[in-house]
């Protein structure tokens, strides 16, 4: 199966500033890419998913790349505002069936 | 906007009891998992169900574990003799047309 990783450090953000999370994986290409955001508890929800002939997606604040050559997907929040604290989570889909596989998550604190 | 219920929101048991967790997913989704998340760890996934019947399932999902969608509502996990390593947060998810996947609440399962 895939190994996903994304940066175990948490991220310490100052509001207004762009933050720039990275998850890298390893072997084949999936179909698409989905990024969640988790907090303490919850669910994880659902905020952009991009397929593998896609090179950017853009929803709102957010952006995603995905880069199949480097085999890595940028996630980044623009002006980031404290209610954005939360771990953000990298997820892999490999066919149309939909099972996803997780990467650990990063946690982001943008204090104000 | 509608969202994924999950019933309990927690539930302890005995070792060796069987639980049933249960989930309405959106109305017009077709697709549907079941994940779970043992805490600080990653969000790992365990079946798919589709046109009512199992698509894929992981290596967690033994014997153990049983899904069902008993009406056009309700899906439902079923573990029959529960373990000590059953304790974990388990996520139902379900979406329209197997890609971004919109995930309940949670049912957090302690298993004494």
């Known amino acids: 199966s895939q190994k996903i990783e994304q940066n175990s450090e948490a991220l310490n953000i100052q509001e207004g500033k762009t933050a720039t999370l990275t998850c890298n994986y390893t072997?084949?290409?999936?179909?698409?890419l989905q990024w969640y955001r988790q907090d303490p508890g919850r669910g994880p929800v659902f905020l952009l998913l991009?397929?593998?002939?896609?090179k950017e997606k853009r929803k709102e604040r957010l952006k995603v790349t995905f880069d199949t050559t480097l085999k890595q997907s940028l996630f980044h929040i623009t002006a980031s505002q404290p209610a954005d604290s939360a771990t953000y989570l990298c997820a892999l889909a490999t066919d149309s069936w939909g099972k996803l596989q997780f990467g650990a998550g990063t946690q982001v604190v943008v204090t104000p | 906007e509608p969202e994924v219920t999950q019933t309990p929101s927690h539930q302890v048991t005995q070792m060796g009891q069987e639980v049933i967790l249960r989930c309405v997913p959106i109305?017009?989704?077709?697709?549907f998992y079941w994940y779970r998340q043992i805490l600080g760890q990653k969000v790992e996934f365990l079946v798919s169900f589709y046109n009512n019947e199992i698509s894929e399932k992981s290596e967690i999902f033994d014997d153990q574990f049983s899904v069902e969608r008993p009406d056009g509502s309700n899906f439902t996990l079923k573990i029959r003799s529960t373990k000590l390593e059953d304790s974990a947060m388990y996520f139902c998810a379900s979406s329209e047309l197997g890609g971004d996947q919109f995930f309940g609440p949670g049912t957090r399962l302690t298993v004494l």
């Open positions: 991009i397929r593998e002939n896609e």
């Open positions: 109305s017009n989704h077709l697709y």
């Open positions: 072997n084949y290409s999936p179909a698409y």
